[in-house]
């Protein structure tokens, strides 16, 4: 009797152990949650050549992949109230409105009031003016634009001011670069930045690095993908087609959201330069929502 006891115990403990093992991986599976869980925003740029003919069907494609956060950089031929009824009517909202760095410096009361009506929390520029490879004096130069102009539109209009990087800004300067300078020198009061990280990328820069090392100035970040074997340079351009589906190149999407969302990023919109958006915006929302 007490061996067969021994034995129904034993056998008990097997099963109990056999139980244990799937109920523990189970607990793991749930207890890993997704990298990027929310969806991202979409930069207008991306379907320029769509807005141009269309708006409407346009704004319906974007909706269609589950999209209502946009930053715009082009009214396409409407007035800034037009498009703002357009896209209340497809449950889109516009968090950020692109311009020019002249309308910036020269119009920025038209930039604020267009702004505020498409409902932007941010006015943001994306190039700054200059001739042959950027110089400390085109740094300078910006740094205080950037701070004279973001204090406008703040304490006027409640706006923010962002810029976005292109490249050459990331001339050698002491122990950095000119973009460091420019960052340095604007006020986080009335300054924050808007990290592309193809932009980054492509002149040689970690932008995982730079979202951890400037933290919370970075408050947008344009998501996109570099093909691979493109050698980069600090001209600031590259052939549109360039630009690949999320996941398929060469930069680390991982490492750039893990370090964004610790620097506490508001923002997070696609931007695909290629004529192949209609292909890859689909492909990099599957690899985002796959991570």
Avoid at 100 to 124: C, E, F, P, S, W
Avoid at 263 to 279: F, M, N, P, Q, T
Wanted: aromatic share 12%.
């Amino acid at each position: 009797m007490e061996k067969n006891l021994r034995t129904r115990l034993g056998a008990g403990r097997v099963i109990i152990m056999a139980l244990l093992i799937p109920i523990g991986h189970v607990a793991f599976a749930q207890s890993v949650k997704p990298l990027f869980p929310q969806k991202p925003g979409m930069v207008s740029y991306t379907f320029r050549k769509y807005f141009e003919k269309d708006v409407p069907s346009t704004l319906d494609t974007i909706r269609r992949y589950g999209i209502t956060d946009m930053e715009f950089s082009n009214l396409f031929g409407k007035t800034a109230a037009e498009l703002r009824s357009m896209i209340d009517a497809k449950g889109i909202h516009c968090s950020s409105f692109g311009v020019g760095y002249d309308d910036l410096m020269n119009k920025a009361d038209v930039v604020a009031q267009n702004a505020i009506t498409l409902g932007a929390h941010y006015v943001r520029v994306s190039w700054i003016p200059h001739k042959g490879p950027f110089t400390l004096e085109d740094a300078k130069k910006a740094a205080e634009d950037f701070n004279r102009a973001g204090k406008y539109l703040k304490e006027k209009y409640g706006l923010g001011f962002i810029y976005h990087n292109h490249g050459y800004e990331f001339e050698p300067w002491q122990d950095g670069t000119l973009y460091d300078y420019i960052l340095r020198n604007t006020d986080p009061a009335y300054v924050s930045y808007e990290l592309d990280i193809l932009w980054a990328f492509f002149p040689g820069q970690d932008p995982a690095a730079m979202l951890t090392k400037y933290g919370s100035r970075y408050k947008c970040v344009h998501l996109k993908d570099l093909r691979k074997g493109v050698t980069g340079n600090l001209s600031g351009g590259t052939p549109p087609d360039n630009d690949v589906a999320l996941g398929t190149g060469q930069i680390d999407i991982p490492a750039i959201l893990k370090a964004a969302k610790k620097a506490g990023v508001e923002h997070y919109y696609i931007e695909d330069e290629s004529d192949r958006v209609l292909g890859q915006v689909p492909q990099s929302l599957a690899y985002l929502a796959g991570l």
